[in-house]
T-cell receptor, first 116, second 116 residues
Framework: EAGVAQSPRYKIIEKRQSVAFWCNPI?????LYWYQQILGQGPKLLIQ????????DSQLPKDRFSAERLKGVDSTLKIQPAKLEDSAVYLC??????????????FGPGTRLTVL | AQSVTQPDIHITVSEGASLELRCNYS??????LFWYVQSPGQGLQLLLK??????LVQGIKGFEAEFKRSQSSFNLRKPSVHWSDAAEYFC??????????????FGKGTHLIIQP
């Protein structure tokens, strides 16, 4: 079974530029999550999708961050414009109670963003 | 709001010695508890999880954890560490609701250093 795929793996941009990250979850997983992991900290949930609907985006900085999951499969997370404090690893995860047990989330390798 | 505390930022253990990493959580209901490991440049790998039942859970790589409701703790243990165990360890808490598995709340992590 293929894991969660993310691209790009690394991205360097200047502040005020825009950037987008892509995630392809495990096949059949209805729930998709985006986490932000700042250096030296644990991951923090940004947004959760159930199929193509948003379940929780309470910690998403909506003035600059946006995310979508069209057709309930792949997802894109966008930052526009980026700030220095957005430098972090962005992790995508997916889960399904039908295939992975209660609340077990499978994580992708992450995208490391550096904002200069 | 739920929270996770990992009181030890760094722990140094000699190879072959036993290990215990501490985790305390705050959650209003019965939590689902997890330990993840993250090696440099790698994604998060699930070590073990607790949902219900036996409070002593076994995981991969020889790790185990014990859920103690009275102490709100879920400490990770290993009887004999190997140099390859050097990594960052994260404790996390979550739940399952009608919208699918909720996003996880992570602790800040414990950095494990193995001395030869």
């Amino acid at each position: 079974e293929a894991g969660v795929a993310q691209s790009p793996r690394y991205k360097i941009i200047e502040k005020r530029q825009s950037v987008a990250f892509w995630c392809n979850p495990i096949s059949g997983h209805a729930t998709l999550y985006w986490y932000q992991q700042i250096l030296g900290q644990g991951p923090k949930l940004l947004i959760q999708f159930q199929n193509n609907g948003v379940v929780d985006d309470s910690q998403l900085p909506k003035d600059r961050f946006s995310a979508e999951r069209l057709k309930g499969v792949d997802s894109t997370l966008k930052i526009q414009p980026a700030k220095l404090e957005d430098s972090a690893v962005y992790l995508c995860a997916s889960s399904s109670p039908l295939t992975s047990g209660n609340n077990e989330q499978f994580f992708g390798p992450g995208t490391r963003l550096t904002v200069l | 709001a739920q929270s996770v505390t990992q009181p030890d930022i760094h722990i140094t253990v000699s190879e072959g010695a036993s290990l215990e990493l501490r985790c305390n959580y705050s959650y209003g209901a019965t939590p689902y508890l997890f330990w993840y490991v993250q090696s440099p440049g790698q994604g998060l790998q699930l070590l073990l999880k607790y949902f219900s039942g036996d409070t002593l859970v076994q995981g991969i790589k020889g790790f185990e954890a014990e859920f103690k409701r009275s102490q709100s703790s879920f400490n990770l243990r290993k009887p004999s560490v190997h140099w390859s165990d050097a990594a960052e360890y994260f404790c996390a808490v979550g739940a399952y609701s009608g919208g699918g598995a909720d996003g996880l709340t992570f602790g800040k992590g414990t950095h494990l250093i193995i001395q030869p």
